[in-house]
């Protein structure tokens, strides 16, 4: 199977402000020349309506950081996939592992929330990983599968072609220690043949991302592996200049 165009998805977290983030489209808009990847940016829900104004014919993608795992009514704070959806995003992340691990999101919620982004026309980028205590006991590999089964809990075979999975060791994200090009492979691997085994042909195809302290110097090497589809950055995603090195080493 080819690989699909690599994703560089860049996760702002709650950082930059609506004037913020118009004066940094600005400045992206005028020095991006796009290259092999797609470049999508996981904006805060309020950053989405400026952004896609101001990045529009730019082909630069956009995606929030969370949704709701309901349609719509009484629940108070949410955003809803439609909401997502009518602001210009493509994507939604569910199930990062700050929203695991601060709101207590479990995987069936998180797969509740990657079902009603697919219901609302949305493209859900799915995180799984595990932390630095699983690592060292050596039970990553069955325990980041784990996740990933109940993850997609309910998501059907003729569904998934719109499915994004981002392995993101926790013990790698934003701590500047960052998972080796081996590791990444190992993972990412291990999830394309869980997702075969779970939606057949479909499911080998689904675009699998390795996130944690990637950054120009290291994205290139982690995205050249055979099954790394792509990056899910935080911390380098918050500089033009280290977007636009990202950019330049995939070519
Ligand atoms: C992330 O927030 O998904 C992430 C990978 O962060 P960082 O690149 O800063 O490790």
């Known amino acids: ?90 994507y939604a992340v569910v199930g990062h592992s700050e929203r695991r691990e601060y709101h207590a999101e479990s995987s069936q919620v998180v797969a509740g929330k990657a079902r009603a982004a697919l219901s609302g026309g949305l493209v859900p980028v799915i995180c799984v990983g595990e932390g630095l205590e699983v690592r060292e006991r050596g039970e990553h590999v069955s325990y980041t599968l784990d996740q990933l089964r109940d993850s997609l809990a309910g998501i059907t075979i003729s569904s998934a072609a719109q499915i994004v999975v981002a392995y993101e060791p926790v013990w790698a994200i934003g701590t500047g220690r960052t998972a080796t090009a081996a590791d990444a492979e190992e993972l990412c691997g291990a999830i394309r043949n869980a997702l075969s085994g779970l939606l057949g042909e479909v499911g080998g195809g689904v675009q699998v991302l390795y996130g944690g302290s990637v950054k120009g110097g290291n994205v290139a090497e982690i995205c050249a592996q055979p099954n790394v589809n792509g990056a899910l950055v935080g911390g380098a995603a918050l500089e033009v200049a280290s977007v636009l090195e990202m950019v330049a080493e995939l070519g």
Do not use: C, R
């Open 1 to 90: 199977m080819p690989k699909p165009q690599t994703l560089l998805a860049l996760n702002w977290k709650m950082n930059k402000t609506p004037s913020e983030a118009t004066a940094w489209a600005n400045d992206l808009k005028e020095k991006l020349h796009l290259g092999a990847a797609e470049v999508a940016i996981m904006a805060p829900a309020i950053d989405l309506q400026a952004l896609s104004w101001f990045l529009k014919d730019t082909g630069v993608q956009l995606g929030g950081q969370d949704v709701s795992q309901h349609e719509s009514g009484a629940y108070t704070g949410e955003i809803s996939a439609a909401m997502l959806k009518d602001v210009g995003a493509k």
